[in-house]
């Protein structure tokens, strides 16, 4: 019995990490985050532990990767102009969840969204129902269905309304929504205004739409801002034009979309190395798992 025992209990220990391993491979959804504006921004996530818990910062050209299950739901946005010290403790000027850098809660308005529900199929859209702070994108890569891009192609600072327009030193850095600055229910579609038929696109809203074209404008704005896809992994980019290229690692490939190449702090070839690096950290993972499922489908054989 002690010897079934041995030889049982590392057996079961083995197909809990295999099984383990091979839903993540399978299941999980790669993230990569890119700034391509030209100042230093602050990306949050929420929910976000499976984004180094919720916040981190990215200087002009860096990306950051990340990997969540299916199962995860929630939204990305930029912190513009924080001032954090050693601790992460500091305030930002736009998209502030508190004084933290790694987020637990909401931004403050205005903050541009990049929502997710990951399912099958994934459900992603870009908001500015809670106004806007940089231009964001979300590029589906190597998915299947709709998978269209969300976002924007424009900056919404430079044509923001004056009474939109949150400033600081003189200059423009965010555009809040006419629901944050009036209150009103035609602007906040609610009350009378509380449906579609009667919650109709705004002066305002309709200056957002032009700025990106694919994202929420006003609440029900759906039609045109919110798609589907299956088994995709996502570049979400800052201050990039939605016809930009976009990389992503999948199945021990690099594929990319579109037709401008990528920046970095140092110039096209220091995005290269941190994507390289990248890229080879995540084939190592994606062998290792064919490998260990292979030998656990492996016939046994008896002994002579």
């Not at 890569?141 to 309304?161: E, H, M, V, W």
């Amino acid at each position: 019995m002690a010897m079934h025992l041995q030889m049982i209990l590392p057996i079961a220990l083995v197909l809990a990490i295999l099984l383990s391993g091979q839903r993540t491979c399978e299941s999980a959804r790669v993230f990569t985050i890119v700034n391509y504006c030209k100042e230093t921004v602050w990306p949050a996530v929420t929910p976000g532990e499976h984004f180094n818990d919720g916040g981190f910062v990215l200087k002009p050209g860096q990306s950051a990767v990340f990997t969540a299950p299916v199962s995860w739901s929630g939204r990305i946005w930029a912190r513009t102009g924080c001032k954090f010290d050693q601790t992460g403790t500091g305030p930002c000027q736009t998209g502030s969840c508190g004084t933290t850098l790694k987020c637990s809660a909401s931004g403050k308005t205005p903050a541009s969204l990049a929502e997710f529900t990951l399912a099958q199929p994934d459900f992603y859209d870009v908001s500015l129902v809670d106004g806007f702070n940089v231009p964001i994108s979300v590029k589906p890569i190597n998915g299947k269905g709709n998978c269209s891009t969300a976002g924007c192609d424009s900056d919404l600072r430079n044509t923001c309304p004056n009474e939109l327009s949150v400033k600081a030193n003189g200059k423009t850095i965010g555009c809040r929504s006419a629901c944050d600055v009036f209150n009103t229910d035609e602007y906040c579609c609610r009350g009378n205004y509380g449906n579609p038929s009667t919650c109709k696109p705004t002066y305002y809203s309709k200056k957002f739409k032009q700025a990106c074209p694919t994202s929420y404008s006003y609440a029900y704005d759906d039609p045109t801002s919110i798609f589907t896809c299956f088994g995709t992994d996502y570049v979400v980019a800052f201050c990039a034009n939605r016809k930009r290229q976009m990389c992503t690692y999948h199945n021990g490939k690099l594929h990319c979309s579109g037709s401008q190449g990528l920046k970095s702090l140092n110039g096209r070839w220091g995005i290269v190395i941190i994507t390289v690096i990248s890229v080879l950290s995540l084939l190592f993972t994606a062998h290792l798992c064919s490998f260990l499922v292979m030998q656990l489908r492996r016939p046994s054989t008896a002994p002579n």
